[in-house]
T-cell receptor, first 115, second 114 residues
């Protein structure tokens, strides 16, 4: 199993550009989520999905879109990048959505710099 | 409004001594707590968890203590090793609506000196 994979590892964007951060897992996990980590802010939930076709907003959803057409993939879209979106983005997955007692497995992260 | 607080941004201990990382929470609906460990340039990895029906959970060198009345939990690492140097995140989840979300603290950077 590859676990949770994220691409790209690093990206530089100009303000106003769009891009998609890719996330895939091969563990047949129902639950997937996106977090951003900023210095001194910890991990903040952007969007999450409890299964294919079902998504919901987290703590900081503005400026981001997600979709979950398959169990394996959960892309995060930035429609018009802003410097405030400079961050490290982590995708995570978990077997169960009912309770997070099944731990989340995190990907290696994508470092995004918006100029 | 920060629901999970890790008030110590950093902690430095000597190898072989005990490391104690603290976490406080404000939401009384939280009933499951986890600690994650994160090395630079890697994603967080699960370390240990505890349910609110327990007050202690132990896994090797790692023990988590939960004090529900004080809304406080702590992670003890004994003995500390240089490889334990990392950022440690406390996280919590709540019963009912929102149980599918984890709320993280800001993290504590632990440095274990040889």
């Amino acid at each position: 199993n590859a676990g949770v994979t994220q691409t790209p590892k690093f990206q530089v964007l100009k303000t106003g550009q769009s891009m998609t951060l890719q996330c895939a897992q091969d563990m047949n996990h129902e639950y997937m989520s996106w977090y951003r980590q900023d210095p001194g802010m910890g991990l903040r939930l952007i969007h999450y999905s409890v299964g294919a076709g079902i998504t919901d907003q987290g703590e900081v959803p503005n400026g981001y879109n997600v979709s979950r057409s398959t169990t394996e993939d959960f892309p995060l879209r930035l429609l018009s990048a802003a410097p405030s979106q400079t961050s490290v983005y982590f995708c995570a997955s978990s077997y169960s959505f009912v309770r997070l007692q099944e731990t989340q497995y995190f990907g290696p992260g994508t470092r995004l710099l918006v100029l | 409004d920060q629901q999970v607080k890790q008030n110590s941004p950093s902690l430095s201990v000597q190898e072989g001594r005990i490391s104690i990382l603290n976490c406080d929470y404000t939401n009384s609906m939280f009933d499951y707590f986890l600690w994650y460990k994160k090395y630079p340039a890697e994603g967080p990895t699960f370390l240990i968890s505890i349910s609110s029906i327990k007050d202690k959970n132990e896994d090797g060198r790692f023990t988590v203590f939960l004090n529900k009345s004080a809304k406080h939990l702590s992670l003890h690492i004994v003995p500390s090793q240089p490889g334990d140097s990392a950022v440690y995140f406390c996280a919590a989840s709540a019963v009912g609506g929102g149980s599918e979300k984890l709320v993280f603290g800001k993290g504590t950077k632990l440095t274990v000196n040889p």
